[in-house]
């Protein structure tokens, strides 16, 4: 069966700190692979999506950036953190029908 | 732009007190409709996949159903245990994303 793991569980970091969160699928081969951002008691915003090694679309120009170095591993990075970087991260993934996308347990990152 | 709107943002039912959920949506070409269920802390996770008007999708005493303008989260006789936040999200077909609503915190009362 497919699993997906997301670490860290909790982050604290300073402003101007740089972020790395590190998302790996298991059990599956070219998956998409997505990360989200949710504010609290708001939706989830997507960040960035990928279809393929290499291959990034960015839904919201902002501080961070996201890489897949391989099949399964997504991550997401700042150079430099903002407050407003504070919120909850998650990593998911779907196959490459695209349907249903099934989500990490998240990273709850705060900026102080 | 693709909306999505989830009625009631809150709900507290007393146990065994059925209500249905809310998601109605505006987009062009729906692709698929979800339904998740997430815990305080964790990540969403998945309950439903709705792909046309006129579908419906059961689990337990949860049954989720489609229209051309929104979808229902039916609970039947609630439990404590299905407090949690419910969230619908869509799919536009030729897009890879999803397009999630604020959710429905749903608490149960024993």
């Given amino acids: 069966s497919q699993t997906i793991h997301q670490w860290p569980a909790t982050l604290v970091q300073p402003v101007g700190s740089p972020l790395s969160l590190e998302c790996t699928v298991e059990g599956t081969s070219n998956p998409n ?34 890489s897949r170095p391989q099949d399964r591993q997504f991550i997401l990075s700042s150079k430099k953190l903002l407050l407003s970087d504070s919120g909850f991260y998650l990593c998911a993934w779907s196959s490459t029908r695209g349907t249903e996308a099934f989500f990490g347990q998240g990273t709850r990152l705060t900026v102080v | 732009e693709d909306q999505v709107t ?44 709705l792909y046309s008007a006129g579908e419906e999708k059961e689990k337990e005493r949860l049954k989720a159903t489609l229209t051309k303008k929104e979808s229902f989260l039916h609970i039947t006789a609630p439990k404590p245990e299905d407090s949690a936040t419910y969230l619908c999200a869509v799919q536009v077909g030729g897009n890879e994303k999803l397009t999630f609503g604020t959710g429905t915190r749903l608490t149960i009362i024993p």
Wanted: aromatic share 14%; glycine share 12%; with cysteine.
């Fill in chain 1, 33 to 66: 692979l997505y990360w989200y951002r949710q504010a609290a008691g708001r939706g989830l915003q997507l960040l960035f999506y990928s279809v393929g090694i290499g291959q990034i679309s960015s839904e919201v120009p902002q501080n961070l950036s996201a």
């Fill in chain 2, 6 to 49: 989830q009625s009631p943002e809150a709900l507290r039912l007393q146990e065994g007190e059925s209500s249905s959920l809310n998601c109605s949506y505006t987009v062009s070409g729906l692709r698929g409709l979800f339904w998740y269920r997430q815990d305080p802390g964790k990540g969403p996770e998945f309950l439903f996949t």
